[in-house]
């Protein structure tokens, strides 16, 4: 497997942890050997692996499964760190999101995920991909 496919891989893992809302899993996905981050959409920036993972278990506890959806994402990979720009949502609201990773051993984990409103809609069944802003 290229190590496109496999961060590819890992963002799909997180996303499927995440709908399900599988601590468990959510867990094994990020990195125990770097300080991780999270940015939830509206939160303040989160640092360190207890905040983190505090955060993913305060929100699987209180929202159930979600229909989360990953889309269009690409892969960008430098040596043995990576990151995957996406859009997440639901029905009712899409953001894009940055998912970055690390390779710890054989394995791609995540370091750092940020999320937030998406600059413009779009239809998930699109063949075309997003709209491309520049800050």
């Known amino acids: 497997m290229s190590e496109h496919a496999a961060i590819l891989f890992a963002?799909?893992?997180f996303y499927i942890a995440?709908?399900?809302?599988d601590y468990e899993a959510m867990e094994t996905?990020?990195?125990e050997s770097e300080t991780i981050a999270c940015i939830?959409?509206?939160?303040?920036?989160?640092?360190?692996?207890d905040e983190v993972m505090e955060s993913w278990g305060a929100i699987m506890e209180n929202t159930g499964e979600m229909d989360i959806r990953c889309s269009h994402a690409k892969a960008?990979?430098?040596?043995?760190?990576?990151?995957?720009i996406c859009y997440?949502?639901?029905?009712?609201?899409?953001?894009?999101?940055?998912?970055?990773?690390?390779?710890?051993g054989s394995k791609w984990r995540m370091v750092h995920h940020q999320a937030g409103p998406a600059p413009a809609a779009f239809d998930e069944d699109d063949e075309e991909?997003?709209?491309e802003t520049m800050q």
């Open 29 to 31: 996905l990020w990195s």
């Open 40 to 49: 939830h959409p509206g939160w303040d920036a989160l640092i360190g692996r």
């Open 11 to 13: 963002n799909d893992a």
């Open 76 to 84: 960008h990979v430098f040596g043995s760190f990576g990151y995957v």
């Open 129 to 131: 991909e997003p709209p």
């Open 18 to 21: 995440f709908a399900s809302c």
């Open 88 to 104: 997440e949502g639901t029905d009712e609201i899409t953001l894009v999101a940055t998912n970055v990773f690390v390779l710890e």
